[in-house]
Each structure stands twice: as C-alpha cells, then as structure tokens.
C-alpha cells in the first residue's frame, strides 16, 4: 500500500485517493471477516467491524494499513496514556502475530475481538467506555442515593 509523500505541498487528490483506497481495502477485508465466520459468536459484529475499521484509519496516521511504532505512539498520546518506545514496542509484539514489527488490520481484530487481553486492547476498550459515558450512554440518572454511616465496610 501506497504510503502518503509529506512533501507534497498539492497532495490534496492524492489525500483523498490514498484515503478512499484505504477505506476499500478495510471493506474488503471486513466483508472476508464476515464470510469466515471467524467471529461468530460474536454479537453485532457487522457494527464492531465498522467501529474497529474508524478507530483504525484515525490512529493510521500514513495510512499503510499497519500501525507501526509512530501511529500507536500517536495513539497512546491521543488516549492522554503516552509511553515510551521501549513499552510501545512490547504492546506490538504482544499483538503482532506475523513477527512484522507492526499491527495489520487483521492483528487490530483479533486483539480487539480475540479472547487474549493485551494492554493496547485494555486502553483501547477504556476508552470507548469512556466516550459513551460522555455522550451520556449508561449514565446513571438522578440524585446519588443517600449514604449512611451503616453503609461502610
């Protein structure tokens, strides 16, 4: 996959074919995820996909359909969890699977998706929580229930 040229001052069409291209590829790759039956217990799968490809293509930040040690690093900074080279390093090796230095879509997925819980799956899932309690999903509604002291341990 083609990667983006930052020198390019004009790139705005290339941006956006680059773009559209990375878009087409994930489709295809969720359209074959689906007809494996890889995840079948899995509910809502159709919907996850579509969340895990957004949550991809944002922290892909060149776009070459891998995140590499300077798109997770990007990512941790952008959860407000930066780490260091060395433990970045380490959070791709315990994903990576193809001992490529990098995570491919389909490392993304099965670390997402997968019964194994890495540290990038935990931070990864914290944060989605995170940001549906801020869009008000599973809110608690009303005042706090009232304390007393019998109440503690």
Do not use: C
């Not at 090796?93 to 490529?100: P, R």
């Not at 194994?116 to 706090?144: C, W």
């Amino acid at each position: 996959m083609e990667k983006i040229d930052h020198a390019n001052k004009q790139g705005g069409k290339a941006w956006g074919e680059l773009k559209k291209k990375q878009e087409e590829y994930l489709d295809d790759e969720n359209k074959a995820i689906l007809e494996e039956d890889l995840y079948k217990d899995e509910e809502d799968l159709e919907e996850k996909l579509q969340q895990y490809k957004k949550q991809f293509i944002e922290y892909d930040v060149d776009h070459s359909n891998d995140l590499d040690i300077t798109d997770v690093k990007f990512m941790m900074e952008k959860l407000d969890q930066a780490k260091t080279h060395l433990e970045i390093k380490k959070m791709i090796a315990e994903v990576d699977t193809t001992k490529s230095g990098t995570i491919t879509y389909r490392e993304f997925l099965a670390m997402m998706l997968g019964p194994k819980s890495s540290v990038l799956r935990i931070i990864l899932k914290f944060e989605e929580k995170a940001k549906l309690a801020a869009n008000g999903v599973d809110r608690p509604k009303g005042p706090p229930p009232k304390k007393t002291f019998d109440d503690l341990p």
